[in-house]
Nanobody, 125 residues
Framework: QVQLVESGGGLVQAGGSLRLSCAAS????????MGWFRQAPGKEREFVAS???????RYADSVKGRFTISRDNVKSAVDLQMNSLKPEDTAVYYC???????????????????WGQGTQVIVSS
């Protein structure tokens, strides 16, 4: 059974930092793009960042320069370092992986086949 499990969420003041981690089990994703998405109450799920099998990254404009995505294929893990957090970053953050191999890593959540259960991030002003 394939599982993605996120950790590292919590409550932080504006300007602070958090590091989210996602651990995969049941299969490896070394040839698959992985990404982070988020969903705030009453809003649609939105793209945050993705990293391809070749470590190429892309970011949403709203987090560029503040967030960094990284992966460790040995551990089958992907992390999201979040700095200079803002109240508008408050959301449930989801880790996801594509089933297709050797892709660039999409910003469209529909292309991701595996999802974690989410971890809550709250940024207070």
């Amino acid at each position: 059974q394939v599982q993605l499990v996120e950790s590292g969420g919590g409550l932080v003041q504006a300007g602070g930092s958090l590091r989210l981690s996602c651990a995969a089990s049941g299969r490896t994703f070394s040839r698959n793009a992985m990404g982070w998405f988020r969903q705030a109450p009453g809003k649609e799920r939105e793209f945050v960042a993705s990293i391809s099998w070749a470590y190429s990254t892309r970011y949403a404009d709203s987090v560029k320069g503040r967030f960094t995505i990284s992966r460790d294929n040995v551990k089958s893990a992907v992390d999201l370092q979040m700095n200079s957090l803002k109240p508008e970053d408050t959301a449930v953050y989801y880790c996801a992986a594509e089933y297709a191999e050797l892709t660039r890593g999409s910003s469209d959540w529909h292309t991701y086949d595996y999802w974690g259960q989410g971890t809550q991030v709250i940024v207070s002003s």
